[in-house]
């Protein structure tokens, strides 16, 4: 459907992943998973601790975790999908790290999140600063079920 598709995510509980799976089965794109250097652990994940990792990272706009792997062919991808999970009304912290890390000039790029409780709200627009701004975005899309009927109308809906 989608030449040159790529479709990265970073998910903590499985959830972001399944929808992310989706969508490379609806667009026959890759997947590249965002795995942190250092796995985030239920300790670290608790939100309610303000000393948790997750916590710690969320209240420094400047953290940026490590990822454990790379996209090679960064140049064969004209359209990335990135998913992430809702952290504190925004994308978590390794999102931006892997935002940071390629030239996405001329990259059609879409985000799509999870959540628990929340809208997408300003998340995928607040990532718009990580990238070169020739990229061009589609606005982000809250999917928390992998169900192939609701990705496949939103994928139509894009072009």
């Not at 890759?30 to 710690?56: G, Q």
Request: glycine share 6%; proline share 4%; hydrophobic share 35%.
């Amino acid at each position: 459907m989608m030449s040159g598709t790529l479709i990265a995510y970073f998910s903590a509980s499985g959830v972001t992943e399944s929808v992310a799976r989706t969508i490379a089965d609806v667009t026959k794109g890759d997947l590249f998973e965002i795995v942190p250097e250092k796995r985030y652990t239920d300790t670290d994940l608790n939100w309610r601790d303000s000393k948790s990792r997750s916590s710690v990272e969320m209240n420094d706009q400047k953290a940026r975790p490590k990822i454990s792997s790379h996209v090679d062919d960064m140049d064969e991808y004209d359209t990335v999908f990135v998913g992430f999970p809702i952290w504190w009304g925004v994308a978590p912290r390794i999102i931006d790290t892997f935002l940071e890390s390629y030239d996405f000039s001329g990259k059609t790029l879409i985000p799509f999140c999870t959540s628990g409780g929340s809208g997408v709200g300003s998340s995928d627009t607040k990532l718009h600063k990580d990238v070169s701004p020739d990229a061009k975005w589609k606005p982000g899309k809250l999917i928390n079920r992998a169900d192939k009927s609701t990705v496949e109308k939103w994928i139509d809906s894009l072009e």
